[in-house]
């Protein structure tokens, strides 16, 4: 059964199978101002598993040239890819794995659809991309796809923006949207954005109390205020597995006190400290194991681990209190949890797939949600300003509700990658805390190429990774420079208003506005606009490794311009008259520079 609605050039198809028994089915349109909303509601008289229905919207591809969407999708897989895919590519979104939005855009970076769904839990499959047969573009959504529990309802709204506002506006619009509905964020506290020191890159699973201590109090001299303790630190191996997950004890020959490790953090070097945990994994090795190797929804043999079944109360009683008991025992700050885009109910098998009275719901989505519930809920018991951290893929509006730290996934070395995730992150994510991936470089690198990855993860709050000892004396220059150049305009970076244009192109440029002054960093030959939204003081960052930046004004203006390095070392300062249109102006590469208006020429 199809039933059809349209507006404008768009259509809107809802196809059901006729397999369902007495089955209700409303499918209806609505505005609010220049909003459109279709609306589905599903309602059956008798409890049964409700099968695949899709939603298929078509719209003509007028001015309308690439598509954003939350998170690495796209055919082949490419992590930088944000061009108009072929519509069969689609992604699956669900609690613990990205969000059901899109927006298809103008190369002039305008709003041309931008889409979302009301059910951000449940497990749909989204397709967004051109359908060659009909030139058109199209959007399409699967419900029930996923192994599902009988029910007799679902309602479920879909908004549909069209204004032809910037895309940025249209993305922030849905994260604002969501935010206002049934997906509030988790508040936010100071300690969210202080500058991470983290082990992971480092030392990866190598970790020694004293070193980790030494380590730390290097980082605060170079600017870190905040430590990840990463894999590593519980009981078992080196190995780049997780047989040993399950039980997290302290590994007491790597660790021999922990508190201790804590307190001297908090108490001598003043940092204050988080610890990595990976939620889903128990594996053989651990001595739970066969408490619990009936209650996982399968076998991990990449990870060497079983994935814990949430449905069950036990599991998620039992994942919760370990949380709460790190917390409590060691005096950590938060916790950083890792790889719950684990629970995939499309791998479950054997057991995990047939019914059983000692879980309370059938539903994996619901049962996530539950876990995340009881992890956020008994921290801040225990600790009022407590913070969490999830990690792409894993950053939808439902996580926002149950952490208040969403970090960039891992892209060692990619500062490219890093940068984009990071405005993907910033613009969906609202007031929620946005970390970069772990900056790691060589030690043979140039400064002004160490520096790129710090200018390239400005508008988050910065994480690193390297091994203090390996860092050259310019090197450790360039990082106490940058951290301390991010502290001094934190609140211009990540509270002020922020534009990013050309996703296709890995946004070229990015600035923040906050009251009258603006900073933009520009990482490509490509005009950067100046002096056109109110702005009287300007910091402009040059991440295009080109001793230049093109600079573009509506009308002439005579500006103070003082220019540094890109280890914060000063360089000149002049005043020039920024003619009407494009002027070339010289900056160090890595470097920037300050310009302040003097008067109208």
């Not at 992590?79 to 969000?99: D, P, T």
Request: glycine share 4%; hydrophobic share 40%; aromatic share 10%.
């Amino acid at each position: 059964m199809i039933y059809s609605l349209s507006h404008g050039d768009l259509t809107a198809d809802l196809m059901v199978g006729e397999s369902m028994q007495e089955l209700d089915v409303e499918f209806s349109k609505r505005q609010d101002g220049d909003l459109v909303y279709l609306d589905i509601e599903l309602n059956s008289t008798v409890v049964q598993k409700f099968q695949e229905i899709q939603l298929q919207l078509k719209l003509p591809f007028v001015d309308m040239h690439s598509c954003w969407t939350p998170g690495i999708v796209g055919n082949p897989i490419s992590i930088r890819n944000k061009g108009i895919c072929e519509w069969r590519y689609g992604f699956e979104s669900k609690v613990s794995k990205l969000a059901p939005v899109a927006c298809l855009y103008s190369i002039d970076n305008h709003n041309r659809l931008a889409v979302a769904l009301s059910d951000a839990t449940e497990s749909v499959v989204f397709h967004v991309g051109a359908y060659e047969e009909e030139r058109v573009a199209l959007v399409l959504l699967k419900f029930f796809s996923e192994e599902q529990p009988p029910r007799q309802h679902y309602r479920v709204s879909l908004r549909l923006d069209m204004r032809p506002q910037a895309y940025y506006r249209a993305i922030q619009d849905m994260a604002s949207w969501y935010e206002e509905g049934r997906y509030p964020h988790m508040p936010v506290p100071e300690s969210a954005s202080l500058p991470v020191y983290s082990t992971w890159y480092a030392f990866h699973k190598n970790l020694q109390q004293e070193e980790v201590l030494r380590q730390c109090a290097a980082a605060k001299e170079l600017g870190c205020d905040l430590l990840i303790l990463d894999d590593g630190w519980q009981a078992g191996d080196s190995d780049r597995d997780y047989k040993y997950c399950g039980d997290w004890q302290v590994d007491q020959e790597r660790f021999a006190n922990m508190r201790n490790l804590v307190d001297q953090l908090h108490n001598t070097i003043d940092m204050k400290a988080m610890l990595w945990m990976s939620v889903p994994f128990v594996g053989r090795c651990s001595q739970i194991w066969s408490d619990f190797k009936e209650q996982i929804l399968f076998y991990s043999e990449k990870n060497d681990a079983g994935v814990f079944d949430p449905r069950y109360p036990s599991v998620r009683q039992h994942i919760a209190n370990t949380c709460q008991r790190l917390l409590a025992e060691y005096d950590f700050d938060g916790l950083k949890l890792d790889f719950i885009d684990e629970f995939d109910m499309a791998r479950a098998e054997g057991k995990a797939l047939q019914p059983d009275p000692l879980r309370d719901t059938e539903s994996l989505q619901q049962a996530v949600e539950m876990l995340l519930a009881e992890i956020r809920f008994s921290l801040e018991a225990l600790k009022e300003d407590v913070l969490i951290e999830f990690r792409q893929s894993y950053v939808g509006p439902a996580v926002r509700h149950y952490g208040n730290i969403l970090r960039v996934h891992d892209c060692p070395n990619d500062a490219i990658m890093n940068r984009m995730s990071i405005v993907d992150l910033r613009l969906f994510s609202g007031d929620t805390a946005v970390h970069s991936d772990m900056i790691i470089w060589s030690p043979q690198d140039s400064v002004e190429s160490v520096s790129l990855h710090f200018i390239n993860t400005l508008f988050a709050v910065p994480q690193i990774s390297p091994n203090v000892d390996q860092l050259s004396q310019q090197h450790k220059q360039v990082v106490k420079h940058w951290l301390s150049f991010w502290q001094r305009h934190k609140a211009l970076l990540l509270q002020g208003e922020l534009t990013a244009i050309n996703p296709e192109m890995q946004y070229p440029i990015i600035s923040s506005r906050l009251g009258d002054e603006m900073l933009s960093a520009v990482f490509a030959e490509i005009p950067v606009k100046v002096f056109d939204a109110g702005e009287k003081f300007l910091y402009l960052v040059n991440g295009s490794m080109k001793p230049r930046v093109i600079v573009e004004t509506a009308q002439a203006r005579s500006v103070r311009v003082q220019s540094f390095d890109c280890k914060g070392q000063f360089q000149s300062e002049q005043d020039l008259l920024l003619e009407a249109g494009l002027n070339e102006v010289s900056l160090a590469i890595s470097g920037y520079a300050t310009m302040s208006i003097l008067n109208k020429a």
